[in-house]
């Protein structure tokens, strides 16, 4: 079992940037892909970015490529994920979540952060 939390959400206008921050307890190993996803009111939701757990082989999604950076932070033991030139677009609820490498489908989702940016 894996657990998610996630941090850092807020109100921020548009142009401006947040951080956050994925943190993960339990079976967490190497082997695990961690993946951030974003649903919008109205909307399914849709994949952001994914890294390994061991901080390489990063994915984005074509909308954010360019103004977020997924990483690993060492220190806190988390993923994270800076957002930058946010759009009111990018207004949504952001989980994290958690794969076995060898799966397609993630297993593990934590309770989601929202982010509100104004225009």
């Known amino acids: 079992q894996v657990q998610l939390v996630e941090s850092g959400g807020g109100l921020v206008q548009a142009g401006g940037s947040l951080r956050l921050s994925c943190a993960a307890s339990?079976?967490?190993?190497?082997?695990?892909?961690v993946g951030w996803f974003r649903q919008a009111p109205g909307k399914e939701r849709e994949f952001v970015a994914s890294?390994?757990?061991?901080?390489?082989?990063?994915y984005y999604a074509d909308s954010t490529k360019g103004r977020f950076t997924i990483s690993r932070n060492n220190a806190k033991n988390t993923i994270d994920l800076q957002m930058n030139s946010l759009k009111s677009e990018d207004t949504a609820v952001y989980y994290c979540?958690?794969?076995?490498?060898?799966?397609?489908?993630?297993?593990?989702w934590g309770q989601g952060t929202q982010v509100t940016v104004s225009s």
């Open positions: 979540a958690a794969r076995l490498q060898v799966r397609l489908q993630y297993d593990y």
């Open positions: 339990g079976r967490t190993s190497s082997s695990y892909v």
């Open positions: 890294i390994r757990w061991s901080g390489d082989s990063t």
